[in-house]
Structure formats: C-alpha cells, structure tokens
C-alpha cells in the first residue's frame, strides 16, 4: 500500500506555503494570517496509518454475456479510521459503475479499541461491471483508496482483477427452421411420418391390432366402420451452425464478426431449447468444431467455442471440404457469413453437392471505402456486382441467402422458411 | 457516512453494501462545481480589486489567474468524461487523448491560488481585504475539493473547527496588521479587544481538536 498526501492536501500546502512566503517578501503579516487555516488543517493530519488491509476478491460470474450487468464482491477488514473507496480501473470493452466508499469503522479490535457498535460493519461490496463487447476481456484493475476523516493523507493499492470470456449476445429467434425430412429420434418436430406424437394428422380404417384407444367416434359414426386417429411422428433435428469468422469488416460493436457470432449464439440456444441436436463449425483461419449434441453441458460448450478460438493458422488452403464427422447426414446447415472468403463460398457448393440443406444468413452490412473519384465509384460498383453475383449464384444451386443486418431479430429474414417445413432437394 | 456520489449504495444489516444497478458514469457533482467556479470568480475579482492602484506585473498575474481558474473548472467537469479508449486510435483522437490528459493532470487549483495570491501582493490593499480573499481561496480549495472527490459537504464536518480556528488566526492577523497603522483611541481598543478574544477562541477550539480528535 502506497500512503502519500491527497491532492486536497498539496492544494492547502501550496495556499499556506504561498502565503507565507509572500507575507515575508512584502512584510505584510495578513498574508501569514491567510496561511493560519491551511496550516491548522495540515497538522491535524492523521498520523496513524493502518499497517496493512484486507482485501478479498470473491468470485466472478464465470460466464458473462455482452451487454449484461455482472459484479465483483470485494470484501475489506482491517481499514480501520479510514474510509475506503473501491472503484474498477476498466480494461479494454468494459464499462463500470461508480466508485463505492465502505465508511471507516470506529476502531478495530485487534488495535486494542472497541468497535464502535453506531457504525456499519465492513461487509461484501458489489461493484458492478459490463462487458460491452464479447471476447476475453481484462476486467481492470481494482482501485482502492484508504482517505482519513480530514481528507489529507490517501493510501492506495491496486489489485488486479481477472481475465473472463465474455460470450456474444444471442440474437433474438423464436422461430426455427425445420426439415421436412428429420431423422429418426425422438424429439419435438412433427415430422411426415405418423406415430405417437400429438400432432393430429388424419383418419384410417382401423385393422387388427390397433390400441382401441385411437378410436376417431365421429368418424366411426360417419363411415359406419372403426376409424382411428392419426398422429404425426415427433422427432428431432440435426442442426450445424456454421460461423464464418475468416473476415472482420465493419464498425466495432457491429462489425460481421459481431453479426455472425450473435446470430450463431442465438441459434445454437433457440434450437438447443427446441431439444434439437445442434453442432458448430466455426471457420476462422483454423477449423474449429463440435458434433451435434444436447443438453446444457453442451450448450456451453459450444458456446465456450464462439469465444474462444484455438490460435494458429492451419490447413488455410484446405478449409474448401468441411469435416464429415461435424456434419451427421440430413442435417440443417445454418450459414453466418459476409460471404467474402472464396473458400466458404466452394465449401457451400460442397456441401450442397453432399445433399445437405443450407441457409445462409447473410451479415455483410458495410461496404469498401471509396472517395469521389470516377475509378473508386467504379471500383466499388464492380465489388458490389461481385457479391451479388456471389449471392445470386448459390440461390441457384438452392442455398437460400437471407440477409440480416443485426438491428432486429432473425425471425424476419428466416420467415420465408420457418412458416412450414424446409424440402430437402437434391 | 459514506462518499459517493448519487445515488449512494445501500448498506443492509449484515453490512453488505449494494451500489446502484445502474452503470452509467459517475456525473460530475454540479453544484460543488458551480460553488468552486463562483469562488474561483470571486477570488480573482476580488484579488484584482482596485484596479488603478495595481503595480507592473499585476495584469500577467491576473491573466494567469483566470486561465488557472478556468483550467480547474474544466478539469473539475471533465473528471467523469474521459474518452474511452481504443484499440487503434486515429492521431486526432491521440491529440485529443493528450490534450485532455494534460488538462487533466495540470495543477491548475495551486497555479491559481499563487497567481492570486501575488495578484493580492501586488495591489496596496487593506488588511481586512486580504483576510476575505484568504477565507475565499480556503472555500475554494474545499469546493474543488468535493467536486474532485464528489464526496457529500458532510464529509467537511469534522474539519469546521480547525477552519474557525484558522478564521479566527487570520482575524488576529488583521488587528496585527492594522494596529500600526491605528492611531490611539477607541478602534486601536476595539481592534485589541477582538485579537484577544480570537486567541481565546482559538485555543478554546483548537486544544480539544489536538487532545481527542487526533487519530
């Protein structure tokens, strides 16, 4: 701990040291007089200084999400006559609440007095913090201030506080995309086929053997022979989101990387609520991926994956065949991509050659910068006709491309397919 | 007693203290800004007064004093809105980070205090006069020195003894500068009278403060 005088001090020290030296230099003794209730201040300076403090730094939340308040417990013993002033110095994307000052305590008892029973007890202190922006992020630095009761002497120290991941913020989907065709697990989707589900689908004769208890009456009554109801089959869906982040293009906060990796968190949770299977790709300048899954473990996991990208770059001029076993067979393709790495695009032609389904969200929202020049106009003209012919030519080897420009939810641009069940052609 | 700003955190019984759910900065605590920028104003106003009696040098003196005045005040409201900063800042947002951290950093309450300090000197001026100006500069010290901290008034309660004190020490400076200049009669009695009852006081409020309120 550094103990020194406080910036209030070295004011009064200035206005008392000026005012004597002047009221020598001009003999006037109003001036020394002007100096009398600086000096006085300064030496009712407290003396006594602690000799050392208790800081304790209990756990963060270890799993943060951008944008969502969290805190750090401090807990203070030993401080003593002094009031203590905790703030967070932030790091890099984080934003804190205001300092909080614990009130000093009359006396410790391990200093021989008796603590004063008026007096709030030191106890856990919550300093509230965002993370603005998803990444691992250095929380800061904590500050904390020992001041006496006069405001003169100030004792600092600093305690570093931890490096946390902080997980993008799932973009709004309270619709899902499903295939007509779904594997044979049991699960949430009516799929075509009839079985035990709740889904009514039809009538049919009955023929023995039929559980009695599927009798349709009224349409016994109709056809003057047994009828059962029909129910659909409920199954669920192998879904592989797969995140581009080979580019970054765009303003911090809402760049395409922002886009792709909150698009990809909140279809990962949508579906995973869905009691889906759902798998990750996440295709940056290394390939990184989970097999299909479920439950909450997984979940995590998947979304510990978003965050933290294994470093290095490897197999770059191999990344065109994604890897077979992240891929079970009729299994939905979520594409989130700007759709600016060559390689994505003869990946997605790939995948569709394999018979995949594939939808590409489309999260390219900025475009290169260009002045006024006739070549630069051009230029740019040329680079959008690129990527509408990029766009174009997937729709029509049928990888639908939906755009999304990360202000709403992802309900509107998948609209057109989540209304009723995605055919799978081949 | 707790020190920070609005709105202040909650202590519960247990002793936990619960800050404010909302994270938005800390503001700049207004009205001690508005009382340090009106005594900084009155200082330098009054320091300067009168104007025609001022010797060579009064009117650099006066220039530094309202710069510094100025200075402190834009430091006291920048305090709580420094600029983020990014990752790759472009060299007008280096610029502004410097100029701003220079504000910031320069000591402008004790350049203005000695600026109006020599402002005084240099003027002919009446005991009585120096005596307020030095009240004046002692409540702008304090003033900056709640908006700095954004601390409650409350915090100086402690201190209004020892600034009677020093009041009363300034008062007795007046009479010692004045007594000379006093022709024998009733005010160079009265003048006395009031010396010798600011030492009383003084003592009286002092030798408490030294014996029990000392840490």
Not at chain 1, 46 to 70: K, Q, Y
Not at chain 1, 248 to 274: F, H, K, M, P
Not at chain 1, 293 to 301: N, W
Not at chain 2, 100 to 123: D, F, I, K, Y
Request: overall charge positive; aromatic content about 4%.
């Amino acid at each position: 701990m550094t103990w020194g005088l406080s910036a209030h001090a070295r004011r009064l020290i200035t206005l008392a040291i000026a005012g004597l030296v002047v009221a020598v230099l001009t003999r006037r003794p109003e001036f020394a007089g002007l100096a009398a209730p600086a000096v006085l201040l300064l030496a009712a300076r407290s003396a006594r200084r602690p000799s050392w403090i208790t800081v304790r730094v209990s756990s963060l939340d270890d799993r943060l999400v951008e944008g969502v308040d969290s805190a750090v417990g401090v807990e203070i013993a030993d401080q003593g006559r002094y009031d203590v002033e905790l703030k967070i110095e932030v790091g890099d994307a984080i934003a804190a609440g205001p300092a909080v000052t614990v009130p000093a305590v009359a006396e410790s008892p391990d200093q021989g007095g008796s603590p004063d029973p008026a007096s709030p007890k030191p106890g856990r202190v919550l300093l509230p913090f965002t993370a603005e922006r998803w990444g691992q992020r250095q929380v800061g630095t904590l500050t904390v201030t020992l001041r006496d009761s006069y405001r003169l002497t100030e004792g600092r120290a600093y305690v570093g506080l931890p490096v946390v991941g902080v997980r993008p913020m799932p973009a709004p989907l309270n619709s899902s995309v499903v295939l007509s065709r779904l594997p044979s697990r049991l699960g949430e989707h009516a799929s075509r086929a009839a079985g035990e589900g709740g889904e009514f689908v039809g009538v049919r004769e009955f023929v023995p053997g039929d559980r009695q208890r599927r009798i349709n009456w009224p349409a016994t009554t109709r056809h003057g022979t047994l009828h059962l109801s029909m129910f659909a089959a409920e199954r669920t869906q192998n879904l592989v989101v797969i995140a581009d982040a080979t580019s970054y293009v765009g303003d911090v906060g809402t760049s395409s990387l922002d886009l792709v990796l909150r698009g990809a968190a909140g279809a990962i949770t949508r579906y995973l609520a869905g009691r889906d299977r759902v798998g990750l790709i996440v295709y940056g300048s290394r390939l990184s991926w989970l097999a299909p899954g479920q439950g909450q473990r997984h979940y995590q996991r998947l979304l510990d994956l978003l965050v933290v990208q294994p470093d290095g770059v490897e197999r770059a001029a191999d990344l065109i065949r994604l890897p077979r076993a992240a891929l079970p067979p009729g299994a939905l393709i979520l594409l989130f991509s700007p759709l600016l790495d060559p390689r994505l695009v003869e990946a997605l032609r790939d995948l569709r050659e394999r018979g995949f389904t594939v939808v590409v969200i489309d999260v390219l929202n900025a475009e290169p910068g260009h002045d006024a020049s006739r070549v630069s106009r051009l230029t740019g003209r040329i680079w959008r006709l690129e990527q509408q012919a990029i766009r174009f030519s997937l729709t029509q080897i049928g990888v639908p491309v939906v755009h999304w420009d990360g202000a709403g939810s992802l309900d509107d641009p998948l609209a057109p397919y989540t209304r009723r069940a995605m055919v799978m052609r081949r | 007693m707790t020190a920070s700003s609005t709105p202040p955190p909650m202590v519960t019984g247990n002793g936990t203290v619960h800050p404010p759910r909302s994270l938005r900065r800390k503001r700049a605590p207004t009205a001690a800004i508005a009382a340090a920028a009106l005594l900084a104003a009155a200082d330098v106003c009054w320091a300067a007064l009168p104007t025609g009696s001022a010797r060579a040098g009064a009117r650099i003196a006066v220039i530094v004093a309202v710069i510094c005045a100025v200075g402190s005040i834009v430091q006291l409201a920048m305090a709580g809105a420094m600029p983020r900063a990014t990752s790759l800042p472009s060299v007008a947002e280096r610029l502004t980070a410097s100029l701003l951290n220079g504000l910031r950093v320069a000591p402008w309450a004790e350049v203005m205090v000695v600026a109006v300090l020599a402002l005084e000197a240099l003027h002919p001026a009446k005991p009585w006069h120096t005596a307020m100006l030095g009240i004046a500069l002692l409540g702008y010290l304090l003033a900056v020195h709640l908006a700095e901290t954004g601390a409650p008034a409350g915090v100086l309660r402690a201190q209004i003894p020892l600034i009677a004190a020093g009041a009363g020490l300034s008062a007795i400076s007046v009479g010692a500068a004045a007594l000379p200049g006093l022709p024998a009669g009733p005010a160079s009695f009265v003048v006395r009278v009031v010396a010798t009852v600011g030492v009383v006081a003084v003592g009286a409020m002092v030798i408490p403060t030294w014996a029990g309120g000392r840490d």
